[in-house]
């Protein structure tokens, strides 16, 4: 029995906003995403001398989606060592959040970190309790009334009792934003003193501003390793390719909403999007939702739903800024090997 086909202009029959929703929810495991999890996969290990990875990229390029699809793949490839042992969690996700204050909250910060870690934990009683109706952790006194070293050392037990192998700190651009220049390199002595307290790797993922850490010190340069989570650009066709197989994969996940009428524009959207597959999200999901508004689907509400040409100007000016600042800190030379006797006798 063949299935009927639903073309877009039976959309009002289909229920939209559930197509909206998958959107919203859907995670592509795209090449970009693929390249640097595998690279973190390998510098990631007990022992490495890299206590702190940074992730870098435009906005929109997908790095909070890299950061949770980290966490993800771990606990589910740690899942027979955590059902042995229910108290581990071998990574975490936290997400540095804007205070709205002057300077970066380490208290906001480290009560994120906990709240990710809570279970009951054999902790002693000034800091935690155990409810014993529903078994999970609880604090006789409110978080926010903790002393900042009381909350740093809470962290710090916690991350070694849960055997936590890294931490991902998504928006860690926030830590340069809400920091004054004179405080960023005590900032960053902050994480890397964390990290080898716990044994825990660091990732900090987040926007090109992040890469401005790197220049504070040749001593923090060298426990940092960088990487780059680039766009998908025009001019290279494997990365054409790439973002064409990802346009068919929102189109294919939304189909009783553009029916086939998604990938003849999906150069279009390459362009506006600038190669980024998180602004890409993002525009078809505003246009799923401007055709559920009217019951049918137009591509006026692709139009409507792109960058607009002030936005795009804008963006594609912060990323070639980004571009340029950080290719260079990514090159690598190997030194070239002595002549031998043999070889300049040769040339000679």
């Known amino acids: 029995m063949t299935r009927p086909e639903i073309l877009p202009s039976d959309l009002a029959l289909v229920s939209p906003p559930s197509y909206t929703q998958a959107l919203q929810s859907l995670r592509?495991?795209?090449?970009?995403?693929?390249?640097?999890?595998?690279?973190?996969?390998?510098?990631?290990?007990?022992?490495?001398?890299?206590?702190?990875?940074?992730?870098?990229?435009?906005?929109?390029?997908?790095k909070s989606a890299l950061a949770k699809s980290m966490v993800k793949a771990e606990n589910e490839r740690s899942a027979p060592e955590m059902q042995a042992d229910a108290g581990i969690i071998p990574a975490v996700y936290v997400e540095a959040r804007a205070s709205g204050e002057d300077d970066f909250s380490w208290r906001l910060f480290y009560q994120s970190v906990l709240e990710q870690l809570d279970t009951d934990l054999e902790i002693p009683k000034y800091h935690f309790d155990i409810d014993p109706i529903t078994g999970r952790m609880v604090s006789p006194r409110s978080l926010k009334d903790r002393t900042l070293a009381g909350l740093r050392t809470s962290v710090e037990r916690t991350l070694r009792h849960r055997k936590?192998?890294?931490?991902?700190?998504?928006?860690?651009?926030?830590?340069?934003?809400?920091?004054?220049?004179?405080?960023?390199?005590?900032?960053?002595?902050?994480?890397?003193?964390?990290?080898?307290?716990?044994?825990?790797?660091?990732?900090?993922?987040?926007?090109?501003?992040?890469?401005?850490?790197?220049?504070?010190?040749?001593?923090?340069?060298?426990?940092?390793?960088?990487?780059h989570m680039e766009r998908y650009r025009q001019d290279n066709d494997h990365d054409i390719r790439a973002f064409h197989a990802c346009v068919q994969k929102f189109q294919n996940t939304a189909e009783p909403v553009w029916g086939q009428g998604l990938m003849p524009y999906a150069d279009s959207l390459h362009e506006n999007t600038l190669g980024c597959i998180g602004t890409l999200s993002a525009i078809l999901t505003r246009a799923a939702k401007l055709a559920e508004t009217t019951g049918s689907w137009s591509p006026d509400h692709l139009r409507t739903a792109l960058l607009s040409e002030l936005q795009r100007k804008q963006i594609l000016e912060e990323i070639l800024d980004g571009e340029a600042a950080i290719n260079p800190g990514l090159t690598r030379s190997m030194p070239k090997l002595p002549k031998t006797g043999a070889q300049q006798r040769k040339v000679a």
Not at 42 to 56: E, K, T
Not at 168 to 177: K, L, Q
């Open 164 to 227: 936590t192998r890294f931490l991902v700190i998504d928006e860690a651009a926030h830590i340069i934003h809400q920091t004054r220049r004179n405080r960023l390199e005590i900032q960053l002595d902050t994480l890397k003193s964390l990290a080898n307290q716990t044994g825990v790797q660091i990732v900090m993922v987040g926007s090109y501003d992040l890469f401005q850490l790197m220049s504070l010190s040749g001593q923090l340069a060298r426990r940092t390793h960088v990487l």
């Open 28 to 62: 592509i495991k795209h090449t970009r995403i693929k390249q640097v999890m595998d690279e973190l996969n390998c510098l990631i290990y007990p022992g490495s001398q890299d206590s702190i990875l940074m992730v870098c990229g435009p906005t929109g390029v997908g």
